[in-house]
């Protein structure tokens, strides 16, 4: 008798969960639960979400909000369950010549313009470059000064860029925490309540895509916000620090 082929969901997802290394320790622990594997395709959230819409994918896991509850109400899923946090953090050169370091982030993008400081930007339309939006924003600022760069990349890339150039980004901490690069970059600010970052997961809607296998990515949905998954998600920890913090019960 020919082996039992193991359903295969698609998942569209960020690069950050990817780049962070949690889906190479989620996913399996998923696959042995469920016997269901997951196929991810990372991509910035805004993508994400449009990939979902076209119907390419079963199940979205991803980081803004805001996009989020817009995908919920337009009807491509019928609900978006918290899964799990961490924060964003101002990554920049050790010396910090714009001295952007505290812990206020719009006060620290306010020095950033003033000093036309060198600033790689996801430009991507992911949750990351969403969020560094709106920081600007809550600046006050349309002139980011003459350093500013879009880079149009996933986090691994745009942490590279600024790592060679000794720029500043705003990454988020887990795969700023898994990245091998760092040169001469560190955290400058960290802790500002803003700076929060919160994660769902959102099964696609059937009603929209009839091919999409809602049950299987329901249980993944399932999964990932019990018990298991989230003592899973935080059993995550690079060089002892934990990356992602479960909250689906909150």
Known sequence: MAPVKAETITMASTTSTEQSGLFAHLLPAFKTASGIDVKVVA?????ALDTARRGDADVVFVHDQA???KFVSEGFSVKRYPVMYNDFVLIGPSADPAGAKGNDI???????????????????KSG???????YWKQAGLD???????ECGCGMGPALNMASSMNAYV?????????FKNPGDLKVLVEGDKKLFNQYGVMVVNPAKHAHVKSAAAQKFADWVTSKAGQDTIASYKINGQQLFFPNADQ
């Open 43 to 47: 991509q910035g959230t805004g993508q």
């Open 67 to 69: 996009a989020e509850e």
């Open 106 to 124: 719009v006060a620290a993008l306010n020095k950033l313009a003033a000093a036309n400081a060198s600033f790689i930007s996801r430009g991507d």
């Open 128 to 134: 990351t470059h969403a969020a560094e939006l709106r």
């Open 143 to 149: 002139n980011k000064g003459t350093g500013y760069k």
């Open 170 to 178: 705003l990454s988020d901490r887990g795969t700023w925490l898994s």
